[in-house]
């Protein structure tokens, strides 16, 4: 069984900075990709970023320049550092990881975090 785990949500003010950390039960190598998502209150779950195997990244347009997504191998951890934050930043945050698989004929799995709430107060 396959489980994320994330940690380091909390309150913060504007302008702050916050660091996210998920950390998987096997090798974060096993997953293309790993990353984040957020869901905003009332609002539909949304991309944050990833990081494929060979340690590329995607943000979404609202965050770019603001998150960093990191990975330490041997901790099996992969981090979210944000800064800069808003009050539009105010979500539950999930871990977010599909297996990687090295046939076609094997559907990948999707695994995600159970979340942790992050609130950006003005």
């Known amino acids: 069984q396959v489980q994320l785990v994330e940690s380091g949500g909390g309150l913060v003010q504007a302008g702050g900075a916050l660091r996210l950390s998920c950390e998987a039960s096997?090798?974060?190598?096993?997953?293309?990709?790993i990353g984040w998502y957020r869901q905003p209150p009332g609002e539909q779950r949304e991309l944050v970023g990833t990081?494929?195997?060979?340690?590329?990244?995607v943000y979404a347009d609202s965050v770019k320049g603001r998150f960093t997504i990191s990975r330490d191998n041997a901790m099996n951890t992969v981090y979210l550092q944000m800064g800069s934050l808003k009050p539009e930043d105010t979500a539950v945050y999930y871990c977010y990881a599909k297996e990687f698989v090295p046939t076609v004929e094997y559907r990948p799995r999707e695994v995600w975090g159970l979340g942790t709430l992050v609130t950006v107060s003005s």
């Open positions: 096997i090798s974060i190598g096993r997953f293309d990709p």
């Open positions: 990081i494929s195997r060979r340690g590329l990244t």
